[in-house]
């Protein structure tokens, strides 16, 4: 079997710039592995992507949740579980914990009852690691003027919201720091690279030892 590497963190917090490093990263080991984004990676799900970020689009947080638990039913079934069973890793830009974090925590919907429809969805599929980009509101806002790109529906929510999703995030690694594991997210890229892969080595060494 493969291994499910996520990476969690507000918008801003460089996701993808680590998800990508990484995979670069663990293929200069010699470990066959994909890189794929949330809400995404298969056609139906990008479809979906395209709806749930639409700013034109109004979206209730009942049709939210269960739109990204949608999108990440088809990429589990469709990609993610074909590939960790064909032993190749994947390194997944968001995944569950995001809904846990946005729609659970920052939409109110509950923790408990979003994880409840996310893990129908995934067949209860977990992550081996997750690496937590921490990086406050303020900065993942910053960082996201300086793209240059008009802001998403999500991106448009004021700084509470922000705020309470990445106080969620923090509960999550608290409660579960076997799985979670935090970095640095405001530090330079190769930095927050070499720390992404010091919290890898056990799982690294794991896989290598069989």
Do not use: C
């Not at 990476?7 to 996701?15: F, I, P, Q, Y």
């Amino acid at each position: 079997m493969g291994k499910l590497i996520t990476v969690e963190g507000l918008d801003g917090a460089g996701k993808t710039t680590l998800a990508a490093a990484l995979g670069d990263a663990l293929a200069e080991r010699g470990i066959e592995v994909r890189v794929l984004r949330e809400p995404g990676g298969v056609a139906l799900s990008e479809r979906i992507r395209a709806l749930v970020t639409e700013p034109a689009l109004v979206v209730g947080a009942r049709a939210e949740a269960l739109l990204y638990a949608a999108a990440r039913a088809q990429l589990v079934e469709e990609a993610v579980q074909p590939l960790l069973a064909a032993g190749t890793w994947v390194v997944l830009d968001r995944f569950l914990d995001s809904s846990l974090a946005y729609q659970g925590a920052g939409r109110g919907l509950g923790v408990d009852a979003v994880r409840a429809i996310n893990l129908f969805a995934t067949h209860g599929l977990e992550p081996d690691r997750t690496l937590l980009l921490r990086i406050s509101p303020e900065e993942g806002r910053a960082r996201q003027a300086g793209r240059g790109e008009a802001p998403d529906r999500l991106e448009r929510e004021d700084e509470d919201f922000f705020t309470t999703i990445a106080d969620a995030y923090e509960r999550l690694a608290r409660e579960e720091p076997a799985r979670v594991r935090a970095v640095d997210g405001s530090a330079a890229p190769e930095s927050v690279l070499a720390a992404a892969l010091a919290e890898l080595v056990d799982v690294l060494q794991s896989a290598t030892a069989r």
